[in-house]
């Protein structure tokens, strides 16, 4: 919910967003202006929320929503209280926005169902668990802004290095810059080397430069080395810790769920990047781990499946770069780093244990390929990824240099889809007369196993327009794992199936009197309908499915 200061990448648009008890105006603008925010009458003591989960597995999501007061109880559709987290809302590194306040809720969500939460107004914040604040300045002369409600502290030098942790992870950070250095897991001694950096590429002086088609650097990347020392601002509170950044052109935010499950088992991290005022650069992440990974590296094709690549150094720098549509990975005999994004980046890894990804370029040339024009306009950014660090159960150098091909994990398919699919929030708007109470909705009898992904379900045409079809065409798609990675104490809400699964009972209130496979584009019947809705899907297939109800 990026709020409309635009200052947080992490959070959903702020359609998202709720204000209990009053209208509040904008605070200020921001550089892409996002949705408005709803508006509530002025006696409203108790608000809806809708939350949808597009996943076909149960979840336990922390849901975030903006609220104008402090004083505020979250409840279930029962009425039961709900963790919750208070937090200021920051419209720059030491300025938090006036009477807007961020609740961030605890709650489980049906699969490709509704919840329905209630706000109500309190008339104390006693039962609403409160994060602290740290602010370090770095010698910087910068006035503070604060909220009463929120406790913050302000250091005025540099902090020591620091370090966050949950009941799955101990990320540590660098006090100078506030960047990850290292994670270890839980139970373990050894600590993982993960340090990030930011580069930039320049482009060449002569001849052809980059454009919008072309990456012709003039070299190796060298450090991005902002005007001024960055502000560091630590967060802390019982669901989430986060470590916020502020530089020049990019602000990171690196969060650390403190949940059960999938949620608190890898690092958020987002990137929100301003390179407007550069001229022919590019801003380049690099996350450089201990990892033995010599010159491979490993980037998805499409979601669908896994490519292996090579740094081939007698090809030019830009000839090792690949598309990364969802992930990338590098590995060796005990671990595996998963770097998952949730938009499409150019990704390499150019040297042992590296991960590098282009955030955003800015290019004042055409590269004469078709375009007629530069990159010049540019917006600010925002680069959302997840941070996944997996070891071995059976250390094997085989795994990734003996076999042509390898696969995720199921944690980090989930984890991905978790990235990419998150909860939508939708506030209920207050109607005269009240509208009936709602009610959750569950359409699923049974949650899907984990490896299964609904890719489309929709209702297919009715020979006649005027009445309801009783024909839906279904895809799935079922995804192939590796089984080689930990898998203890994941906190899954689904299991695997060996790809069976009975479509007849999966959905609530609904029964299928046929079903017929067909090709992919429903064009061609694939033997005949049969009355059993009982399928098998293989390993990385995808299949599609005319059904018709019962």
Known sequence: MLGSTGESCSLRPVANALRVARAVPNPRPAPVSPPALPQLGLCVRRVFLVVFNPLEQERLSVVPVLVDSPHVRVLSEEGQPLPSQLSARWSSATDTVPDIYQVSVLARLPA???????????????????????????????????????????????????CLENQHLHACFSGRSGLLQSIRRAGEEREQRVSCEFLVYGTRTSKDKSGAYLFLPDGEAKPYTPKDPPVVRVTEGPLFSEVTSYYQHVQTVVRLYNVPGVEGLSLDLSCLVDIRDHINKELALRLSTDIESDDTFFTDLNGFQIQPRRYQRKLPLQANFYPMPAMAYIQDAQSRLTLHTAQALGVSSLGSGQLEVILDRRLMQDDNRGLGQGLKDNKRTCNRFRLLLERRTTASKQVQDGRPISFPSLLSHITSMHLNAEALVMPVAQEKPALPALRSFMPLSTTLPCDFHILNLRMLQAEDDSLPSAEAALILHRKGFDCSLEAKNLGFN?????????????????????????SLTLMYPLGTASNSTSIHLDPMEIATFRIRLG
Request: charged share 20%; hydrophobic share 40%.
């Open 112 to 162: 490709l169902g509704l919840r329905v939460l209630q706000l109500h107004k309190s008339v104390d914040g006693h039962a609403m668990l409160k994060s602290s604040v740290r602010l370090y300045l770095h010698g910087r002369d910068l006035p503070v802004r604060k909220q009463e409600a929120v406790p913050v502290h302000v250091f005025p030098a540099a902090a020591d290095d620091f």
């Open 494 to 518: 689904c299991t695997t199936s060996q790809g069976k699964l009975a479509l007849g009972s999966l959905f609530q209130g609904l029964e299928l009197g046929s079903l017929q496979p067909t």
